[in-house]
Structure formats: C-alpha cells, structure tokens
C-alpha cells in the first residue's frame, strides 16, 4: 500500500511557549541587534516563522526584517552617498557642538577662541618652522 497521502508523526514534540517569553524575545529582535535566525537559535525556538509571528503579535516592529538588509547595496555610487550623507550629519553634530563649546567659553570666561583674519601672532609664543 502507498503511504503518500498519510502525514507521519512528527519526531519532535510540539513545544508551547509563554506569552512572557514571548514577549521577551520579541523585545530583543526588536533592539535590532540580532537576526531572527538568531533569535531563534539563542532560545532554541523550533520553527522558522515564529520569531516574526510573535513579532506580528506582540509588537509593532514586524517591519524590521525587510526593512534591514545588512550588507551594501547592490549600487555602488548609491551606498557612497549614503554613507556620505551619514558622514555629515556626524559632522553637522560635531560643528553643533564645537559652536556650544565655543559660546559657552566666550560667555564665562570672555575667552573669544576664534581669532580674527588678521589677528597677530603672539610675541611670547616661539615660531616653529616646517621640519623642527
């Protein structure tokens, strides 16, 4: 007789997990700072959807998972701008914070830290030449 059409019992048993757990794994994946795939093999979830279920469930982060993809895109010249663009807005917070630094010194201590264009280099300081 053929057996084709009969589903077999499965070897391993069907494990029910609670909803604080649950919730708890779905707090990590939702921190981003690992994969499903590692979620799932850090708590020894069996099944390859469950992580994104609960995440469907329990939160409203389900998105991550497409949304990162984790290597460089496909274009070049894009992934330069981006990672350009990442670059200055680093350097737009530096400069921000350079500026505060610069009125909060002017303010208490009436220290003007930028010097004029035409401001005269100090007689007391020694003159270095290129090379010492």
Known sequence: MDNQGVKQKRNTPIRHYSEGFKKRVVQDYSRGLMSKEQIRIKYGIGGKSQVLNWSRKYSNLHHLEKARSGGPMKNADKQRIKDQDRQIKE?????????????IVKREDGIDVLKKGDAKRSESLPKTTPGT
Request: aromatic residues 8%; glycine residues 0%; proline residues 0%.
């Open 91 to 103: 350097l737009q917070l530096k400069v921000l914070a350079y500026e505060t630094l610069i009125d």
